[in-house]
């Protein structure tokens, strides 16, 4: 690995650990699991701008930093949730079956249905009542942030080459 390819992964991992951070801080009135997840803007873009694998390890990696400043409980939510997330996603990028929005959406919808797979592993089918509530926030919020990251993948494009 190049050193430019090193420094940028370093940026990514800690762009997308921040906007963890950022989201743990700001409490939401809605059931847990419930958020935006604006690191996966920071996901989204090195899928289409670096690469599959470029993506997994950020992905993996911020995952990892999150469970231990966050708690160490959130990591095999967070892990089937994201990796099941990004293998829809590089299925779907590769398939040009939908724009980056489209893709998006499918990610975020995929990450709660990973989640709640482990959930429903490790605590029962308690679970799935709010299922339809996770799903709906899954499209919204796989839609926004599709959108930004079309936009920050536009303005990535031109200053990096």
Do not use: D
């Not at 906007?19 to 873009?45: D, Q, R």
């Not at 400043?69 to 967070?78: E, M, N, Q, R």
């Not at 724009?99 to 990973?114: K, R």
């Amino acid at each position: 690995m190049k050193t430019k390819q090193i420094a940028l992964f370093g940026m990514l991992v800690a762009l997308a650990f921040i906007f963890s951070y950022i989201e743990h801080l700001i409490p939401l009135p809605l059931p847990t699991g419930v958020k935006l997840g604006a690191a996966n803007i920071v996901i989204l873009c090195a899928l289409y701008f670096l690469g599959w694998k470029e993506a997994m390890a950020v992905s993996a990696v911020r995952i990892v930093l999150s469970g231990f400043a966050f708690g160490i409980s959130t990591v095999p939510y967070s892990l089937a949730g994201g990796f099941l997330s990004l293998l829809v996603m590089i299925w779907l990028k590769k398939g040009n079956l939908f724009g980056m929005t489209g893709v998006s959406v499918a990610g975020s919808v995929c990450h709660n249905i990973g989640q709640t797979l482990v959930a429903m592993a490790l605590l029962g089918n308690k679970t799935v009542y709010y299922f339809p509530l996770l799903l709906l926030s899954g499209i919204i919020a796989g839609v926004l942030i599709g959108l930004v990251s079309g936009i920050v993948l536009e303005k990535l494009k031109k200053h990096i080459k």
